[in-house]
């Protein structure tokens, strides 16, 4: 499944429709080169999951926590070099909660990490606003 958006607002409207479709235990893996509107997809799904917070990347801190409909889990491994800095985060405790939900950034990282089940998005900027983005099979059903 494709879509293409055409601004960012467009983009965070899709989120928003993505979020609304996650259930508890739901993981997503969202791939995409810098700049590609990962985040503001993500503010998207946040806001469809009911957080009324501001949603910024945890670059930094790599994983930001949110309270809405269920637990969110926002990773961002951007600054992580290999799958082994990654297991020291604990990940697996967070891919093994099924009371909530997680989107990870940067994704591609994981490896061999990466959770079966793990439903996947890429992202592409194709202009100064405009994203394309791939779901995976995962999301087809669900976003109907």
């Avoid at 989120?15 to 609304?20: H, L, M, P």
């Avoid at 089940?117 to 983005?133: D, L």
């Amino acid at each position: 499944m494709v879509i293409e958006t055409s601004s960012a607002e467009a983009t965070k409207a899709f989120g928003e429709k993505i979020g609304r479709s996650l259930k508890p235990g739901d993981i997503v893996a969202l791939t995409g080169e810098l700049g590609a509107g990962k985040t503001t997809l993500i503010q998207g799904i946040a806001k469809g999951l009911n957080i009324n917070e501001h949603v910024t990347s945890p670059t930094f801190t790599l994983i930001n926590e949110y309270k809405g409909t269920y637990p969110f889990f926002h990773l961002d491994l951007y600054r992580l070099d290999n799958p082994a800095q990654i297991e020291d985060l604990g990940i697996n405790e967070y891919f093994d909660n099924k009371d909530g939900i997680m989107v990870i950034e940067w994704a591609e990282k994981l490896g061999k990490l990466m959770p079966n089940n793990a439903m996947q998005i890429k992202m592409e900027s194709t202009g100064e606003s405009e994203r394309k983005i791939w779901l995976s099979s995962g999301f087809q059903a669900r976003l109907k």
